[in-house]
T-cell receptor, first 114, second 115 residues
Framework: ETGVTQSPTHLIKTRGQQVTLRCSSQ?????VSWYQQALGQGPQFIFQ???????GRGNFPPRFSGLQFPNYSSELNVNALELDDSALYLC?????????????FGSGTRLTVV | AQSVSQHNHHVILSEAASLELGCNYS??????LFWYVQYPGQHLQLLLK??????LVKGIKGFEAEFIKSKFSFNLRKPSVQWSDTAEYFC?????????????FGAGTQVVVTP
């Protein structure tokens, strides 16, 4: 079985720009969550998509938005990038809407905002 | 506010030494508990999880964790570490009453095992 794949692996953007990060979920998984991991910190929950709808959100501003597609892949969009958005962005997929069966994480996208 | 605390940010130990990593959480009610490991350059991998039942949970690679409800703790242990256990370890908590599978992570503990 394939795992969770994320693209790109690294990205450099300028403050004020917009960025789109992509995630392909593990085969058969219908739920995708996104996390932000700043340097030296644990991952922070951004939001989760279940059957193409956002069904949970962490403490992140509206300029963080997402999509989930019919094949359960997902995008994370960040508008008006700020320097503090520099972080590793992780995608995790799971089989149920509640994550009861655990999550499979991707290797992440390292975003640097300059 | 709900939080997850990992007591040590960095741990250095020799091969064959015993490892114990502390994790405390501040959630009311029932929780699901997880330990994840991140090897250098790799993705987060689940070591073990606790949902209910026996509070002593055995995971992969010889790791185990004990849930002590009265202490709001879920400490990770390994009796004898190997150089390959060098990694960052994260404790995570989830409230099953949430309508979504949000995990709250601790800040992580960097473990370095020296030969």
């Amino acid at each position: 079985e394939t795992g969770v794949t994320q693209s790109p692996t690294h990205l450099i953007k300028t403050r004020g720009q917009q960025v789109t990060l992509r995630c392909s979920s593990q085969s058969g998984h219908n739920t995708v969550s996104w996390y932000q991991q700043a340097l030296g910190q644990g991952p922070q929950f951004i939001f989760q998509y279940y059957r193409e709808e956002e069904n949970g959100r962490g403490n992140f501003p509206p300029r963080f938005s997402g999509l989930q597609f019919p094949n359960y892949s997902s995008e994370l969009n960040v508008n008006a990038l700020e320097l503090d958005d520099s972080a590793l962005y992780l995608c995790a997929s799971s089989l149920s809407g509640t994550g009861a069966l655990g999550y499979t994480f991707g290797s992440g996208t390292r975003l640097t905002v300059v | 506010a709900q939080s997850v605390s990992q007591h040590n940010h960095h741990v250095i130990l020799s091969e064959a030494a015993s490892l114990e990593l502390g994790c405390n959480y501040s959630y009311g009610g029932t929780v699901n508990l997880f330990w994840y490991v991140q090897y250098p350059g790799q993705h987060l991998q689940l070591l073990l999880k606790y949902f209910s039942g026996d509070p002593l949970v055995k995971g992969i690679k010889g790791f185990e964790a004990e849930f002590i409800k009265s202490k709001f703790s879920f400490n990770l242990r390994k009796p004898s570490v190997q150089w390959s256990d060098t990694a960052e370890y994260f404790c995570a908590v989830r409230s099953p009453t949430d309508s979504w599978g949000k995990l709250q992570f601790g800040a992580g503990t960097q473990v370095v095992v020296t030969p």
